[in-house]
Every structure is written in structure tokens, then in C-alpha cells.
């Protein structure tokens, strides 16, 4: 795939689907015989039929020529349902194809890309490559065969007059060419600027509440108004080429309309050529040159197909997909996991985590604090393989995460993030997540342990209640209870809380506590908190600074040993003391 251009990739794509091509290329080729047998009968019409007074003869030709038209139609239509069939199931080929490469793309690569961008490449990209297919089949190659066909049935009829009608083909060619040349990179810009204002737009709308917060319609609008004129303007450019290059194509194909009407002309006076071989000639050459205005208007999508088809191709020939089977698949997980000697950075000028030497025994809850931006949160992506060590090794249970496997070894963990995420689907389908195959006596017992069936059961529908996009439906603590009930109904041997209670109050604090205590018992918990009351339990703390673990010990070992842990601790326990 990495050698091959959009467009033969897209050829190689097709060929997965032999049979339904081949039905439709044939389809094609029937239909455009089938066109030229009213231009034939035209001709027997005015040099034989007519001229011999053969009545006899004109209701069997006209039958015929119905006939051939009806059947041309009829090919034409299957010729549609086939392609349209292609077109369809390519369509759902290469989306999920794409779909499936970006679901296994490294988180890196998420962090350089917009979401818009994304979505612009599945919502718009994919459907424009599959034009190519669809043009390709059903316009491109019946009209390049019409185009060859009826040079050669003209050649047949008249060489000289057909030479003469001819002369202006190689030119529109030629023209064509140049104008590919011309317009691809206008319409490469046109679709980058495209994406780009489709970026803004989707950020827009995602962050729409604090757009309204701090008043920032104003400015938004110019950021979008700046974007959509930078969109204008390469449209503008584009179109400008358009317009010069369909009416200069335009001139050519009149020009050899001119040429067989003065020529043919002379050879009927001159008994060269007769009048309804003149007039088959007048009918095949808008046969010849509608084909090509066809082309001429194909080249708009095409071109942007091939582009889209870039862009698209660009992702799936990524290296560095997600292996979520490779590797060892952990049997039993006791839980008992080492950080040794481990660094890792984004990219060489941001240093996240350095020499972190951290162990958290089988079975133990261990907490995690320190000031925002210290590194906690990377830690739980390293275990979990979001993100792989730059330096160091990682263990679980003694052996090497990364000879595990990421299926396995995410399964073995069970992991409530800082930001609760809900999928815009029924409470049900968001607990589902945890465990497929749950009833409903365990989703409501994981609501319980998590708090969260008060509010369940007073909602319309209740599990069957759905949350709005990014769980907008339900508020803050709602949205991180359901996420808690979520892993608790994994009841994975490893527990990984991130900020798990940051958006509830204190009573709905204190009764996940006292779940979270009792789920502990027999697995390991590795919490990161900045609540004394959440980490005080623990058996041990590790106190993190600027992405260096800088002490540990309990909470009473750490008050007398480190003053930078009694200062967070002061200050988490005026804030839980003016909250309380």
C-alpha cells in the first residue's frame, strides 16, 4: 500500500468485488453498441429507404430502433442498481477499514490531530474516494469506451471526414492534462482549509458552554468568519479555474462540430460522402463529444477524490497500530505492580515523568498526590499501555507489561478517569461497557455500591434512560457515579481512581469511600486523590513533585517527613473543613 498512489490504490480496492465490476463494465459496453444502432438506421433511412419508396422496410427499422432503445435502457438502469451496489458496499468497506485503523492508532497520534479533521476524513473524505469508483465505473469508463467506439465506427464510415471531426481531440486532451496539473493543488488547498474550518467549527460547538460563559461569541465569530474566509478563498481560485478550463473545452468540442458540418458539406457536393452518411455523422459526433463534456465535468470530482482518497489513504498507511493480541495474556493478576527507573515525555522538550522507582504490593491501596501537573495521571496511562515508558521498565506481578498483552492486560484493570466520559447511549449501554454479558440484579448492585440508584430510579426510562452526548443529561457527580458503578461492575483485580470523587459531595463522597474500602479488600487499588479523606487509609502514599517522586510513607509518616505533604495536607483539609 505504501507504493501505490490514491488512485491505484483505489483500483485495488475494486478488485475485491470482481464479479459485480465485470457485470457492470459489460452492462456499459452493451449499452453504448446499442447506441449506435439509431444513428446506423438513420442512415439506411435516408440513402435506401427513402430513395427506393420501400414502405415495407420502415415499421420493421423503426421496431427495431425501439427495441434497441428500450434495451438500452434497460442495460442502463441494471448498469446503475450494479454500480450503485458497488458504491454502497465499498463505501462500508473503507470506512470501517479506516474506523478500525484510527480506534488502533497510538494515543500519540490523537494528541497531533483535531477531532474535526477526524471526522471530516470519515464524514466526507471517504464518500468523495468512493466517487472515484462510482465515476469510474459507471461514467468514466463507459464514456472513455464510447469515446474509442464511435472514432472507430466513424473511421469505418468516412476516414477523411472522421479525421477532420477528430483533429480537435488531441488538444481537449492535452488540455485536460494541463488543467489536472492546474487545479489539483487549488483543490488540495480547498480541502485543507475545508477541514480546517470544519475543526473550528466542531470545537465551537463542543465547548459552546463556556463559549457562553465568558462571552466569547464575539471573538469566536471573527475566528470563524477568519476561517471561512480563508475556505472562500481557495474555493474562489478553484472555481476561477473551472471557469476557464470548461468553456476552453467547451470552444474546442464546437470547433470540430465546424469542421464536419463545412467538410462533410464539400464531400456531399462533391458526391464524396452521401446525406445520410453526412447526417449519421452529424448524430455520432454528439456521441463523441457528449462523452467527453462528461469527462470535463468528472475531472471536478474526480480530482477531489483523488485528494480525499489521500487523505484517507494517509491514515491507513500508518505504521504503529495498536497490537491489542501480541504477547503473553495474563492468567491470574494478583496485582502486585513495580515502576523501575521510569521516564517518559510527550516529545524531548516536555519532560512528564523522570526515574520513577514506585511499588505497589498485591492486594494494598496505595495513593498517589501531588500538584496538578506532577505526572499522577501519566502513571495510570503507562500501566494501562495508553502510553509505553521512554525510559524504564513497568512489571505486573513480576513480569514485564510489555510482554503482556494490551487486550489482557487492560482487562485486568479496572480504571475511572479524572474526566467521566459517557457515550451518548442508555445508562444501561454505558455499565455494559464494564461487563457484557451483566444482569440486572448486578447493574442495579454496582449503582448502589457507587451511589448512583437514587438518581437512576427517578429518571425516565432508568437504565434505559439515555445520556446525552458527552453524558450533557445528567450533571457532573452523576455523570462520575455512573463511571464508578461502571468499575466496580468490572471488578477487575487492579482499580485505577483517578480524581474518582473530584465532582460528588461529601456524603456521596463518604458512601463511595466506604464502598471503594470495601471493593479494596481483595485487589489492588493504586488512587490518586487530592482529598485527605480519600488517601489518609492508604497504606502507602507517594508524594510526587514536577514528575519526581520525592517522598513516601504513611500519612502520619509523611506528615512528620516531608513538608511538602503536610502543606498539601493542610490545604486539603481547610479545603474538605469550609466544603463540610
Known amino acids: 500500500m505504501k507504493t501505490m498512489s490514491p488512485l491505484l490504490f483505489i483500483l485495488y480496492f475494486m478488485a475485491r468485488y470482481p464479479w459485480r465490476v465485470a457485470a457492470g463494465l459489460s452492462?456499459?459496453?452493451?449499452?453504448?453498441?446499442?447506441?449506435?444502432?439509431?444513428?446506423?438506421?438513420?442512415?439506411?433511412?435516408?440513402?435506401?429507404?427513402?430513395?427506393?419508396?420501400?414502405?415495407?422496410?420502415?415499421?420493421?427499422?423503426?421496431?427495431?430502433?425501439?427495441?434497441?432503445?428500450?434495451?438500452?435502457?434497460?442495460?442502463?438502469?441494471?448498469?446503475?442498481?450494479?454500480?450503485?451496489?458497488?458504491?454502497?458496499?465499498?463505501?462500508?468497506?473503507?470506512?470501517?477499514?479506516?474506523?478500525?485503523?484510527?480506534?488502533?492508532?497510538?494515543?500519540?497520534?490523537f494528541d497531533r490531530q483535531t477531532t474535526g479533521d477526524i471526522l471530516m476524513r470519515m464524514a466526507s473524505d471517504v464518500p468523495a474516494t468512493q466517487r472515484i469508483v462510482l465515476d469510474g465505473i459507471d461514467q468514466t469508463l463507459p464514456a472513455i469506451l464510447q469515446i474509442l467506439m464511435t472514432a472507430g465506427f466513424m473511421f469505418w464510415v468516412h476516414p477523411k471526414l472522421a479525421l477532420v471531426t477528430l483533429l480537435p481531440v488531441p488538444f481537449i486532451a492535452a488540455g485536460g492534462w494541463i488543467n489536472a496539473r492546474w487545479v489539483s493543488p487549488r483543490a488540495e488547498n480547498a480541502r485543507e482549509s475545508a477541514g480546517g474550518l470544519n475543526s473550528l467549527l466542531h470545537d465551537n460547538i463542543a465547548g459552546i458552554r463556556q463559549i457562553k460563559s465568558y462571552t466569547l461569541e464575539p471573538e469566536k465569530q471573527r475566528d470563524f468568519d477568519r476561517s471561512s474566509t480563508e475556505y472562500r478563498?481557495?474555493?474562489?481560485?478553484?472555481?476561477?479555474?473551472?471557469?476557464?478550463?470548461?468553456?476552453?473545452?467547451?470552444?474546442?468540442?464546437?470547433?470540430?462540430?465546424?469542421?464536419?458540418?463545412?467538410?462533410?458539406?464539400?464531400?456531399?457536393?462533391?458526391?464524396?460522402?452521401?446525406?445520410?452518411?453526412?447526417?449519421?455523422?452529424?448524430?455520432?459526433?454528439?456521441?463523441?463529444?457528449?462523452?467527453?463534456?462528461?469527462?470535463?465535468?468528472?475531472?471536478?470530482?474526480?480530482?477531489?477524490?483523488?485528494?480525499?482518497?489521500?487523505?484517507?489513504?494517509?491514515?491507513?498507511?500508518?505504521?504503529?497500530?495498536?497490537?491489542?493480541?501480541?504477547?503473553?495474556?495474563?492468567?491470574?493478576?494478583?496485582?502486585?505492580?513495580?515502576f523501575e527507573n521510569v521516564s517518559f515525555c510527550y516529545d524531548e522538550s516536555r519532560p512528564i515523568l523522570s526515574n520513577i522507582d514506585l511499588v505497589v504490593p498485591a492486594y494494598q491501596t496505595v495513593a498517589i498526590v501531588g500538584a496538578t501537573g506532577a505526572g499522577k495521571s501519566t502513571l495510570f496511562q503507562l500501566l494501562t499501555r495508553l502510553y509505553d515508558p521512554t525510559a524504564g521498565e513497568i512489571y505486573l506481578d513480576g513480569k514485564p507489561i510489555q510482554q503482556l498483552n494490551k487486550a489482557g492486560l487492560r482487562d485486568a484493570i479496572g480504571y475511572v478517569t479524572q474526566e467521566s466520559y459517557l457515550f451518548n447511549q442508555t445508562i444501561r449501554e454505558n455499565l455494559l461497557i464494564g461487563k457484557p454479558d451483566a444482569t440486572e440484579e448486578e447493574l442495579w448492585h454496582s449503582l448502589r455500591r457507587a451511589c448512583a440508584a437514587d438518581f437512576v430510579e427517578r429518571l425516565d426510562g432508568q437504565l434505559d434512560a439515555t445520556v446525552g452526548e458527552r453524558g450533557g443529561r445528567l450533571s457532573g457527580g452523576e455523570k462520575q457515579r455512573i463511571s464508578i458503578a461502571r468499575a466496580f461492575l468490572k471488578n477487575a483485580p487492579v482499580l485505577l481512581l483517578d480524581e474518582a470523587t473530584s465532582?460528588?459531595?461529601?456524603?456521596?463522597?463518604?458512601?463511595?469511600?466506604?464502598?471503594?474500602?470495601?471493593?479494596?479488600?481483595?485487589?489492588?487499588?493504586?488512587?490518586?486523590?487530592?482529598?485527605?479523606?480519600?488517601?489518609?487509609?492508604?497504606?502507602?502514599?507517594?508524594?510526587?513533585?514536577?514528575?519526581?517522586?520525592?517522598?513516601?510513607?504513611?500519612?502520619?509518616?509523611?506528615?512528620?517527613?516531608?513538608d511538602y505533604y503536610a502543606e498539601l495536607a493542610r490545604l486539603s483539609f481547610t479545603v474538605e473543613k469550609t466544603t463540610g
Open 27 to 109: 452492462l456499459s459496453i452493451a449499452g453504448t453498441l446499442l447506441g449506435f444502432v439509431f444513428p446506423g438506421l438513420t442512415q439506411w433511412f435516408l440513402d435506401d429507404i427513402i430513395p427506393n419508396g420501400d414502405i415495407s422496410r420502415i415499421f420493421p427499422a423503426a421496431a427495431l430502433a425501439l427495441g434497441a432503445m428500450l434495451l438500452r435502457q434497460i442495460f442502463f438502469s441494471l448498469r446503475t442498481l450494479t454500480n450503485n451496489a458497488i458504491e454502497l458496499r465499498m463505501t462500508y468497506d473503507l470506512r470501517s477499514q479506516l474506523h478500525d485503523k484510527i480506534q488502533h492508532l497510538p494515543l500519540k497520534w
Open 233 to 338: 478563498h481557495h474555493q474562489t481560485r478553484l472555481q476561477r479555474a473551472w471557469a476557464l478550463y470548461g468553456p476552453s473545452m467547451g470552444f474546442l468540442g464546437d470547433i470540430g462540430l465546424i469542421l464536419l458540418v463545412g467538410f462533410g458539406a464539400y464531400w456531399c457536393v462533391k458526391k464524396d460522402i452521401t446525406i445520410g452518411q453526412l447526417t449519421q455523422f452529424l448524430m455520432l459526433i454528439g456521441m463523441l463529444y457528449e462523452p467527453i463534456s462528461r469527462l470535463h465535468g468528472l475531472s471536478t470530482s474526480f480530482l477531489g477524490g483523488l485528494i480525499s482518497g489521500k487523505r484517507v489513504f494517509e491514515i491507513l498507511d500508518m505504521s504503529g497500530a495498536e497490537d491489542l493480541v501480541s504477547g503473553d495474556h495474563p492468567e491470574k493478576v494478583e496485582g502486585e505492580i513495580r
Open 503 to 562: 465532582a460528588v459531595d461529601t456524603k456521596s463522597e463518604k458512601l463511595i469511600q466506604q464502598a471503594v474500602d470495601e471493593l479494596r479488600q481483595n485487589r489492588t487499588c493504586l488512587v490518586i486523590a487530592h482529598r485527605l479523606s480519600t488517601i489518609k487509609n492508604a497504606h502507602c502514599i507517594y508524594v510526587m513533585r514536577q514528575g519526581e517522586v520525592i517522598a513516601q510513607g504513611t500519612h502520619e509518616e509523611l506528615l512528620e517527613s516531608s
